[in-house]
């Protein structure tokens, strides 16, 4: 077995391309261009943020199963984009501001077109006249799919590293 070092040196096409994925994702968030950040998706993703615990440390404790602050599937993504557009999603009017920063990323083959992603990233956020910004560290595990119509988002699992989240609400995508 290769390590995940040693995956990304023999994947070195897979690993740019999904490189400038992970960028070309960022950027189309960043910009709130949400409709073509969801063609980027699979109809069949899984999107979550699992809670995570200050006491544990690693293991099955830190991450409680079945316990989750953000749990989504295409459908409800969808409704999510269409609820932002109303200018009615309280939590993003007026919009958050966001810089994205997508570093760290390691690749493992999973089978012949879908690959384990591990990233880290940086969301710089700011609303309206906030004299204060939000700085949310995570990092993010996600399966991606290259395909001759390039790379699509198969799932992905942000977790956050705080455990009490000082951002006043998830209202944007990871």
Request: charged share 25%; glycine share 6%.
């Amino acid at each position: 077995m290769l390590s995940t070092y040693e995956a990304a040196l023999t994947n070195q096409a897979a690993y740019a391309e999904i490189s400038q994925f992970l960028g070309h994702e960022a950027r189309l968030l960043d910009e709130n261009r949400l409709d073509e950040w969801l063609e980027l998706l699979d109809p069949a993703i899984v999107y979550e943020i699992p809670i995570r615990l200050a006491g544990a440390r690693g293991g099955a404790n830190e991450f409680p199963q079945g316990a989750y602050r953000v749990r989504d599937t295409f459908e409800m993504i969808s409704k999510r984009i269409e609820r932002l557009a109303t200018g009615e999603a309280w939590a993003e009017t007026p919009p958050s501001r966001t810089v994205r920063l997508v570093g760290s990323i390691v690749i493992q083959p999973v089978d012949a077109t879908v690959y384990a992603v591990d990233s880290a990233l940086m969301v710089y956020r700011q609303r309206a006249q906030d004299e204060v910004a939000d700085l949310i560290p995570a990092r993010r595990l996600d399966r991606v799919r290259i395909d001759a119509g390039g790379c699509k988002l198969v799932r992905r699992t942000i977790i956050l590293a705080e455990t009490v989240i000082k951002t006043p609400n998830l209202g944007i995508f990871f």
